[in-house]
């Protein structure tokens, strides 16, 4: 049980390091977003899970497991606001795009 | 019974943070899920009804149990082209149309969408999702609408609709 954890902590903090150097290295605040909000998330779902499997079904592994769908919801509607407000205050998307469907909607 | 099952909900919500049988805990509980309920029942759990339908609750978890296996799948995909020197990316805005009818069968899947890595939902209007895709494979509306949401609407509709 013990060991499960702890891949699942390594699993966890390697995504979240992977969610950090894309938001360093990607080009633009869409891009980054993409990075820095799903990574980052699952990587901290992977790190609660692991505090889940430890301590079991006891006061800590609980709260742990009910942290898993709040940090799903918070941190998807934070993304979702973000992404619409910087396109809102007019942000322009990277050079290399290819498609931007949403224009039309804005005019 | 909109207002009984709120309650219920927020009850076990209280116990599973709390996590303690004192009788104290239980009366705090009641307490405060009973001041939610009646801050909150109007706006929330417009079709109570479907609370108490077993089988939603079965597509529900075999919906996680997909979610979760795309979202993994997704991630190291993400984490190939973030690490990758080259960094193969190619994002764009794409428009899909979703055949959901419900306000909250819309905004579970817009939030499967964002956490699914590689899309995130840029808006919803009315039944067109606009979606910022990290790598576009193709201009084929039906090839990406099938891609991004093919996997979840099916069974978005058994569970909320």
Redo the contacts between chains.
């Keep these: 049980m013990n060991s499960i954890s702890i891949i699942l902590y390594i699993v966890g903090a390697a995504f979240d390091l992977f969610g950090c150097l894309g938001l360093l290295r990607l080009p633009d605040v869409y891009n980054r977003l993409q990075s820095a909000t799903k990574s980052v998330t699952l990587g901290t779902c992977s790190i609660l899970l692991g505090l889940f499997i430890q301590y079991g079904f006891s006061a800590t592994g609980i709260k742990a497991l009910i942290a898993i769908p709040l940090l799903f919801f918070t941190s998807t509607v934070a993304a979702h606001a973000l992404i619409r407000g910087s396109y809102k205050a007019g942000i322009d998307l990277w050079d290399k795009t290819v498609v931007d469907h949403y224009k039309e909607q804005n005019k | 019974m909109k207002q009984i099952t709120l309650f219920i909900i927020m009850f076990l ?1 209280w116990m ?2 709390s ?2 049988l004192e009788v104290a805990n239980i009366i705090a509980g009641i307490f405060a899920a009973l001041l939610t309920t009646i801050i909150f029942s109007n706006r929330f759990l417009t079709s109570w009804q479907k609370f108490y339908n077993p089988l939603r609750y079965f597509w529900l978890i075999i919906y996680i149990v997909i979610f979760v296996w795309e ?2 799948k997704a ?1 190291f995909d ?2 190939y082209r ?2 990758s020197p080259k ?1 193969p ?7 899909v149309h979703s055949s959901l009818k419900t306000d909250i069968a819309r905004v579970i899947l ?2 499967s969408i ?5 899309t ?4 919803i ?1 009315d039944s067109d999702l ?1 979606i ?1 895709w ?1 790598y ?1 494979k193709s ?1 084929d509306p039906e090839y990406y609408t099938k891609k991004i949401i093919g996997r979840f609407e099916t069974l978005l509709k058994r569970i909320f609709e």
């Design positions: 919500l599973g943070f996590f303690s979202c993994i991630n993400v984490a973030v690490l960094m990316i190619k994002p764009g805005i794409v428009k817009a939030n964002t956490m699914t890595p590689g995130i939902t840029v808006d209007i606009y910022h990290i576009v201009d």
